[in-house]
């Protein structure tokens, strides 16, 4: 079966430190990959989604980035946080499939900009 | 780019009652609709999902209807439970061969009170 691995769940970090959030995906292959972050009281902003290694597309400009190195690890990092960074951020996974398009989401990391 | 919209953002109802939840999408491309149920402190999770060339479609308690003319869907909860307090997500995507991003509306927080 699929699993979905993110880490780490919680972080605080102080303003301008750089960041580091791993996403990886096991049991199935070539997955889409998705950044999402929710922030206090709010919805689902999508900030990142890859379908393929190395090929990452931005929704919003921001002070983040994401990588995707390994054909089911997505990562997202920052080099200088802001406070305005903090918020709860979600990587999710979908099969592609021209029937749907069913988001399966990990845990999520709660970030702390102080 | 595709914006979905949601209302009521706050949503209490007598156990027993019935529960409405409204949204409108403005990209007239979009073909898939989901709706994710999250609960307080863990990942959002699909609970139901309706495509374009249906207009209605029901699991259980839930019921889900789509008016593509207006670009309105909704999520019918009928005899509420205290378990289906949550936060509930619509979304909208673009499905084609390979892939296309979900964009999720505010959310909704429905409260069930025993």
């Known amino acids: 079966s699929q699993t979905i691995h993110q880490w780490p769940a919680t972080l605080v970090q102080p303003v301008g430190s750089p960041l580091s959030l791993e996403c990886t995906v096991e049991g199935t292959s070539n997955p889409n990959l998705y950044w999402y972050r929710q922030a206090a009281g709010r919805g689902l902003q999508l900030l990142f989604y890859?379908?393929?290694?190395?090929?990452i597309s931005s929704e919003v400009p921001q002070n983040l980035s994401a990588s995707r190195p390994q054909d089911r690890q997505f990562i997202l990092s920052s080099k200088k946080l802001l406070l305005s960074d903090s918020g709860f951020y979600l990587c999710?996974?979908?099969?592609?499939?021209?029937?749907?398009?069913?988001?399966?989401f990990g845990a999520g990391s709660r970030l702390t900009v102080l | 780019g595709e914006n979905v919209e949601q209302h009521p953002s706050t949503l209490s109802v007598q156990e027993g009652d019935s529960a409405v939840i409204k949204c409108t999408y403005s990209?007239?491309?979009?073909?898939?609709f989901p709706w994710y149920k999250q609960e307080l402190g863990k990942r959002p999770q699909l609970i139901i999902d309706?495509?374009?060339?249906?207009g209605e479609k029901k699991d259980q308690r839930i019921a889900v209807t789509l008016n593509k003319t207006a670009k309105h869907f909704s999520l019918h909860i009928t005899e509420t439970q205290p378990e289906d307090s949550a936060v509930y997500f619509c979304?909208?995507?673009?499905?084609?061969?390979?892939?296309?991003?979900?964009?999720f509306g505010p959310g909704t927080s429905l409260s069930v009170i025993p």
């Open positions: 990209d007239s491309a979009s073909n898939y």
């Open positions: 979304a909208a995507s673009r499905l084609k061969t390979s892939y296309d991003k979900v964009i």
């Open positions: 309706i495509r374009s060339n249906v």
């Open positions: 890859s379908v393929g290694i190395g090929q």
């Open positions: 999710a996974w979908s099969v592609p499939n021209p029937g749907a398009n069913v988001l399966t």
